[in-house]
Antibody
Framework: EVQLVESGGGLVQPGGSLRLSCAAS????????MNWVRQAPGKGLEWLSYISSSGSTIYYADSVKGRFSISRDDAKNSLYLQMNSLRGEDTAVYYC????????????WGQGTLVTVSS | DIVMTQTPLSSPVTLGQPASISCRSSQSLVHSDGNTYLSWLQQRPGQPPRLLIY???NRFSGVPDRFSGSGAGTDFTLKISRVEAEDVGVYYC?????????FGRGTKLEIK
């Protein structure tokens, strides 16, 4: 069974940093491209970042470019999102999602971890 | 960026009746490989999103056949043939033809 479990969320002050993790199981993590997607309270979905299976190709949404950094550790079956210079508008539930290799769509999603940016 | 426009934003439906959601993209979603990467996701209250339909009309594993997708180019539709209580939630269209991936604003399906 495919499982994605996010962790690392919490309360952080504006300007602060946080590192989210996504632990993957039930599939060969190293073969899959991965994404981070967020959802502000009561709002829709916003794609944030993508990393290829090799880690050599990375994309970011303009809203987080230069502040957030995606990475992966295939030995630990884990995906990460380093978030710096956090703002109030970054308050959201953050989901990791696996990309299906042929369908180019996130086919499995984690339960999400809540990040609250507030003083 | 490709803008995805969904209508309606809210859809009250009677149990057992059909429902339809439209999604229009600001540019063609046909990829250079010839595929169209338009998907539909369902988000039930308090749950993460769940993939329903990929590449316009293909149902994901475990998705009931009352869900169907259609369309081409820039205009797409999700149909539910007979709405059941478990279908309540928000439905999103999503394009993954080009980065950044973008979503529609969502359509809230409610039971009358």
């Amino acid at each position: 069974e495919v499982q994605l479990v996010e962790s690392g969320g919490g309360l952080v002050q504006p300007g602060g940093s946080l590192r989210l993790s996504c632990a993957a199981s039930g599939f060969t993590f190293s073969r899959y491209e991965m994404n981070w997607v967020r959802q502000a309270p009561g709002k829709g979905l916003e794609w944030l970042s993508y990393i290829s299976s090799s880690g050599s190709t990375i994309y970011y949404a303009d809203s987080v470019k230069g502040r957030f950094s995606i990475s992966r550790d295939d030995a630990k079956n884990s995906l990460y999102l380093q978030m710096n210079s956090l703002r109030g508008e970054d308050t959201a539930v953050y989901y990791c999602a696996r990309d299906h290799p042929q369908w180019l769509v996130p086919d499995y999603w984690g339960q999400g971890t809540l990040v609250t940016v507030s003083s | 960026d490709i803008v995805m426009t969904q209508t309606p934003l809210s859809s009250p439906v009677t149990l057992g009746q059909p429902a339809s959601i439209s999604c229009r993209s600001s540019q063609s979603l046909v990829h250079s490989d010839g595929n169209t990467y338009l998907s539909w996701l369902q988000q039930r209250p308090g749950q993460p999103p769940r993939l329903l339909i990929y590449k316009i009309s293909n149902r994901f594993s475990g998705v009931p056949d009352r869900f169907s997708g259609s369309g081409a180019g820039t205009d797409f539709t999700l149909k539910i043939s007979r709405v059941e209580a478990e279908d309540v939630g928000v439905y999103y269209c999503m394009q993954s033809t080009q980065f950044p991936y973008t979503f529609g604003r969502g359509t809230k399906l409610e039971i009358k």
